[in-house]
């Protein structure tokens, strides 16, 4: 067996065909494997920071795409790593063959991945909520906080619907008022997105809510700069980093945020129905759990938002298992790969006629998300043309009277140069046939 290669397909297929029931041993073997040859491959290419090459090339067997497409649409929902899958089975197998331990063993470990998640994210344990998604996160704040009629919350025209509908209910409840901020729909600079908050601020305003990673235009707003300027005008700061998990090198000290939300089932490799609410401690007090059972009165910590009754402790294993993944590669790895791709993909977009960039090129602005519209050709029709003539799955965003109308690209660590290049190729074929 060559030393790099991952889950070596004949081994696999012989353990997949065992059977559904699968010794623990066996899965733990094929972990370990797994492990294994991350960390070999982590060494062996540490110094190289080269963006292309076979690093990236190797790591793409942890995927196992039908050969039908490549995923370049992680904003809505991306791939889980084979070790992440294998990790979920594992856990769900408990409930066939010990459901004992579904109740007894499981939901010990909870701790466990609250730490290792906090880490991940330079948080505290006690600042991090393990919920089911980045909408379920950000209704537990909006519903949590006690705001009175008149207070405002300040937010731009860009956010997903999980984001502001939370707030709308607010404000037809309790009277709130939501402000939209008057902001650029393509920024350039930190400076003037800081700028038009700075001035959009009024007595009444009590909260900055703001997507950190903008779905529609792949914008990555200044959270650092937003949350410093939230608190010295004495506001809070919401930002709903639902892509920002996997795909960028999250630090929450620096960010400064007093809410954060993210879904890892996008970037991170995780399964769907499981999401992280991140609460800074010095306001955890300031948010009331929504979903109670027994203790809810006595709990201090940001655990205090986890789901109540019974939940599915097998997303956590396989959670725990993506967070391994992630941190054998590198976040910061991760990170400059991501970017590297998709700064690479939008300067050769940019070279063709007709083309507009919707996402900013400065990588400090912008990550894997990358959004552009072609004049004279419908968004629709390139999406369609990558599928059929490409494989490749990428997606339509925004919408024609805001001017965001679109196509979006993720360029995930799984994707190369080669698919870039393909995409630039059928956008270059369709901007030359317009009428
Ligand atoms: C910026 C943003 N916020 C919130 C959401 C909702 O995420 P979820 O469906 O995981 O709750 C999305 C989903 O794509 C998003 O892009």
Not at 10 to 24: C, D, E, N, Q, S
Request: glycine share 6%.
């Amino acid at each position: 067996m060559d030393s790099l290669s991952v889950f070596p397909r004949r081994r696999l297929m012989k353990l997949l065909l065992a059977g559904p029931v699968l010794t623990a041993a066996a899965w733990d073997r094929l972990k370990a494997e797994a492990e294994q040859s991350i960390t070999a491959l982590s060494q062996k290419y540490i110094e190289d920071e080269s963006p292309d090459g076979a690093y990236w090339e190797e790591l793409r067997n942890f995927y196992a795409f039908e050969n039908r497409f490549i995923m370049m649409n992680n904003g809505t929902c991306g791939p889980m790593p084979k070790p992440v899958f294998h990790a979920l089975m594992q856990a769900f197998q408990t409930q066939m063959s010990n459901p004992y331990d579904v109740y007894n063993y499981q939901p010990t470990f909870t701790e466990a991945v609250r730490r290792k998640l906090a880490a991940f994210l330079h948080a505290e344990p006690e600042e991090v909520a393990l919920v089911s998604n980045t909408t379920e996160g950000i209704n537990l704040i909006v519903n949590g906080l006690d705001m009175k009629e008149g207070d405002e919350v300040l937010v731009t025209s860009l956010e997903h619907p999980g984001h502001i509908n939370p707030w709308r209910l607010k404000e037809k409840r309790s009277g709130i008022k939501i402000r939209q901020v008057e902001m650029p729909l393509f920024p350039k600079t930190t400076d003037e997105i800081v700028g038009a908050f700075a001035a959009a601020i009024t007595p009444q305003t009590q909260m900055i809510s703001i997507s950190h990673t903008v779905f529609i235009t792949g914008l990555i707003m200044p959270v650092k700069e937003l949350s410093r300027l939230a608190h010295d005008r004495g506001l809070l700061l919401l930002a709903d980093s639902a892509h920002g998990i996997g795909m960028l090198d999250l630090d929450m000290k620096q960010a400064g945020a007093d809410f954060f939300m993210s879904s890892p089932y996008k970037w991170l490799g995780a399964p769907t129905g499981v999401g992280v609410l991140y609460v800074r401690k010095e306001v955890l007090e300031k948010v009331w759990p929504t979903i109670v059972s027994s203790g809810w009165d006595s709990k201090k910590t940001a655990a205090k938002l986890d789901p109540q009754g019974q939940r599915a402790d097998a997303l956590l294993f396989a959670l725990d298992e993506a967070l391994n993944f992630n941190n054998r590669i590198g976040r910061r790895r991760i990170e400059k790969r991501i970017k590297v791709l998709s700064g690479y993909l939008k300067r050769e977009l940019q070279k063709i006629p007709g083309v507009k960039l919707h996402t900013p090129l400065d990588a400090t602005l912008s990550a894997g998300l990358n959004a552009f519209s072609v004049e004279g050709v419908d968004a629709a029709r390139i999406v369609d043309y990558l599928r059929e003539k490409h494989n490749l799955v990428v997606r339509t965003t925004g919408n024609r009277e805001a001017g965001t109308y679109g196509v979006r690209v993720s360029t995930p660590i799984y994707t190369s140069f080669q698919e870039a290049d393909l995409i630039v190729a059928g956008v270059r074929h369709l901007a030359s046939r317009k009428t």
